[in-house]
T-cell receptor, first 115, second 113 residues
Framework: GESVGLHLPTLSVQEGDNSIINCAYS??????FIWYKQESGKGPQFIID?????DKRQGQRVTVLLNKTVKHLSLQIAATQPGDSAVYFC??????????????FGQGTILTVHP | KAGVTQTPRYLIKTRGQQVTLSCSPI?????VSWYQQTPGQGLQFLFE???????NKGNFPGRFSGRQFSNSRSEMNVSTLELGDSALYLC????????????FGPGTRLTVL
């Protein structure tokens, strides 16, 4: 069945460092991947997405890398700030199928940024 | 533009009872999805509605149901509550397509005693 999993459940970094959060997925039919950030007491918030026909996409301080050969996704956060502390989820969807609204989420990584 | 709103934010019920949760999507969004979030299972897809029709459903028992109204507002219902139904229930809205960005509400925290 479909599954999206994370290698590391927690990540602690110093303010100003770069952070890398990893995600493995198993559904080769997935063609759209998203990273979400969830702060305590809030719902997930969209960070960045990438389509399966891309290898890399950059946003403001964030970069997502997609390696379809090994079914691996990563989120890089540059100059990590205390406000980046949250749980980060990767999610995937098969936009070409009948997966309307069905995001499949990974387990999540807790990112803690120390001042 | 107002975000996705969910009511109530917190709810305490006892086993065997039923509960109805409400979600108001972002104005103009016609797709509403529901997710269950628990520490053990993470975020799991419940169902998705578009134009008052359920387009997709996750692997949950029939005790979990939902509906969507003509104004795109949605409700989900859980009947015969079990302890394991304690969770954060999240609603997300998007425009139309599966890959359209989903905007999440703050969730309803349901505790079943």
């Amino acid at each position: 069945g479909e599954s999206v999993g994370l290698h590391l459940p927690t990540l602690s970094v110093q303010e100003g460092d770069n952070s890398i959060i990893n995600c493995a997925y198993s559904n080769s039919a997935s063609d759209y991947f998203i990273w979400y950030k969830q702060e305590s007491g809030k719902g997930p918030q969209f960070i960045i997405d990438i389509r399966s026909n891309m290898d890399k996409r950059q946003g403001q301080r964030v970069t997502v890398l997609l390696n379809k050969t090994v079914k691996h996704l990563s989120l890089q956060i540059a100059a990590t700030q205390p406000g980046d502390s949250a749980v980060y989820f990767c999610a995937e969807i098969n936009a070409g199928g009948t997966s309307y609204g069905k995001l499949t989420f990974g387990q999540g990584t807790i990112l803690t940024v120390h001042p | 533009k107002a975000g996705v709103t969910q009511t109530p934010r917190y709810l305490i019920k006892t086993r065997g009872q039923q509960v109805t949760l409400s979600c108001s999507p972002i104005s103009g969004h016609r797709s509403v999805s529901w997710y269950q979030q628990t520490p053990g299972q993470g975020l799991q897809f419940l169902f998705e509605y578009f134009s008052e029709t359920q387009r997709n459903k996750g692997n949950f028992p029939g005790r979990f149901s939902g509906r969507q109204f003509s104004n795109s507002r949605s409700e989900m219902n859980v009947s015969t509550l079990e302890l394991g139904d304690s969770a954060l229930y999240l609603c997300a809205s998007s425009l139309v397509r599966p890959e359209d960005e989903q905007f999440f509400g703050p969730g309803t925290r349901l505790t079943v005693l």
